[in-house]
């Protein structure tokens, strides 16, 4: 079956510096790829949509600066927090979809957790 | 933006019964799909019922989906152990992005 990989699987940092977060598709080409965040105790909220070779995509609310989003190839979508502080501590997931399947096939990462302290 | 409400919020039950949770959305869906996440986990998907289907199984799980009412609902039958959970149900926007609702917490009492 399609995997999603994300690394790491938890880190911790201090308030003010930046962390980044891969996802990748193990074995099967995407060219979109999505972020989620998801705080304790509560749903899965999409932050963006990631394009390879373009822009992403920001859900409204969402600060496209603080959560910079890099799709430079057709596995891997990178999201980096900028100047963490913690409220940004959550768990992160990714999912990918495969551009060789229907929309339906999309597949999720087993997810980042982030403590900034 | 949510589009998903489920309810119960939370579910505590004995080993052996069955769980019910429910799901209700606001726009029309060309399908509807049920995840499991373990505590700090990440997602498994357990079903995609289509909007022209009204029920489907999968082992000890049935779905059943109402578009009149836009509503779903998945039933774990003789429910174990293993099956504590949060339970999410998730359709796509019009722009096919996946959004969840706001979970069902299941725990299941030895």
């Known amino acids: 079956g399609a995997v999603v990989s994300q690394h790491p699987s938890w880190v911790i940092c201090k308030s003010g510096t930046s962390v980044k977060i891969e996802c990748r598709s193990l074995?099967?080409?995407?060219?979109?790829m999505f972020w989620y965040r998801q705080f304790p105790k509560q749903s899965l909220m999409l932050m963006a949509t990631?394009?390879?070779?373009?822009?992403?995509?920001?859900e409204q609310g969402v600060e496209k600066d603080k959560f910079l989003i890099n799709h430079a190839s057709l596995t891997l979508s990178t999201l980096t927090v900028t100047s963490a502080h913690p409220e940004d501590s959550s768990f992160y997931i990714c999912s990918a979809r495969d551009q060789g399947g229907s929309v339906y096939e999309q597949y999720f990462g087993p997810g980042t957790r982030l403590t900034v302290t | 933006s949510q589009q998903g409400e489920e309810d119960p919020q939370a579910l505590s039950i004995q080993e052996g019964e069955n769980a019910t949770m429910n799901c209700s959305y606001k726009t029309s869906i060309n399908n509807l799909q049920w995840y499991r996440q373990n505590s700090g986990r990440g997602l498994v998907h357990l079903i995609l019922i289509r909007s022209n289907e009204r029920e489907k199984h999968s082992g000890r799980l049935r779905v059943t989906l109402d578009t009149s009412k836009k509503s779903s609902s998945l039933l774990i039958t003789a429910s174990r152990a293993a099956d504590t959970a949060s339970y999410f149900c998730a359709t796509r926007r019009r722009d096919d992005k996946i959004i969840f609702g706001k979970g069902t917490r299941l725990h299941i009492l030895p």
């Open positions: 990631s394009n390879e070779g373009s822009k992403a995509t920001y």
């Open positions: 074995d099967f080409q995407a060219t979109t």
